[in-house]
Each structure stands twice: as structure tokens, then as C-alpha cells.
């Protein structure tokens, strides 16, 4: 008889993969017709927002996709931004052992802590992250106030 090691991490992977099943299943329960579950958002990549002095940088990781894959637009202070991942056809789906990347349609929209100047929203990617550079709106930057002193009598 074979001694098998116990490996509690492998259990962990099989728990969160069940789980991850769960929570897609659920997902398109809703959906009314096969139609509606294939416009439904499928996944939503990860982001990060920051704000400096005079910018708002949103950075969303979208590994594998060109910039003719995303649209962005910027609607009554919210960033939307949308894409479709689409699987690698030139494998065989059988020939696959484990499928774990997203595929398919995504959405993010983003509500916008601070007014910004649309005409001078810009965006760019590199190496999978897509980088979206918002200016701050002339009425959204911080005003310094100069303390006037007076001096006593």
C-alpha cells in the first residue's frame, strides 16, 4: 500500500473551486433567456483608484487584451469601462486540465470621487494594465486660503 500525503492546501483549492462554481451558477440563474446570460457581465477585472493633488488614476488589470478590446467613456461622473476577453481557440477544449483565467464579456463602472475635465481624460496600456489618467476639474482642486494677519491694538 502507497503512502499518500495529506495535503491540506489541495483540499482548500477543491473548497474554493466548489465555491467559485457556486457563485457562477447563481450568477445566471437570473437571466430569463440563454440570450440575457450571454449579455450579462461574466467577469469584472480587478482595479485600483488614487488621487493626487490634481489627478484621479484608475489602474485595471486586463492581461491578454489590446486596446481595440476595451471601450471607456465617462457619463455624469461615472467611469465605464468594458470588454470582452475572448477564450484562445486554437486549443482544443478537451485537451484542457484546468481553466481558471476569465473569459468573455466584463463591465466596471466606476463612480468618480471628484469632478474631473472630461476633455482631458487620457488612458493607456502596458503590460496588461490599462491606466486611466482623469485631471481634476478646476473647481475640484484644493484651494489653499492665505491667513491674513492683523495685529493687535
Do not use: C
Not at 450568477?27 to 450579462?40: D, S
Not at 486596446?67 to 457619463?75: E, G, R
Not at 455624469?76 to 475572448?86: A, F, N, P, T, V
Not at 475640484?140 to 495685529?151: D, F, G, N, R, S
Amino acid at each position: 500500500m502507497a503512502i499518500v500525503r495529506w495535503d491540506p492546501f489541495r483540499d482548500l483549492m477543491n473548497l474554493q473551486d466548489e465555491v467559485n462554481s457556486l457563485f457562477r451558477r447563481s450568477f445566471f440563474r437570473g437571466a430569463e433567456t440563454p440570450a440575457a446570460a450571454e449579455t450579462a457581465a461574466v467577469w469584472a477585472p480587478a482595479l485600483d483608484m488614487h488621487e493626487s493633488e490634481d489627478k484621479l488614476t484608475v489602474e485595471v488589470e486586463l492581461p491578454g487584451l489590446e486596446a481595440k478590446d476595451i471601450d471607456i467613456s465617462l457619463d455624469d461622473g461615472i467611469l465605464h469601462i468594458r470588454g470582452e476577453r475572448k477564450f484562445a481557440s486554437d486549443v482544443k477544449e478537451e485537451n484542457y486540465h484546468r481553466i481558471e483565467r476569465a473569459y468573455g464579456y466584463f463591465e466596471r463602472n466606476v463612480p468618480l470621487p471628484r469632478k474631473v475635465d472630461q476633455d482631458k481624460v487620457s488612458a493607456s496600456v502596458q503590460g496588461g494594465v490599462l491606466r486611466i489618467e482623469l485631471p481634476k476639474a478646476e473647481e475640484a482642486k484644493p484651494k489653499q486660503i492665505p491667513i491674513k494677519v492683523e495685529e493687535e491694538k
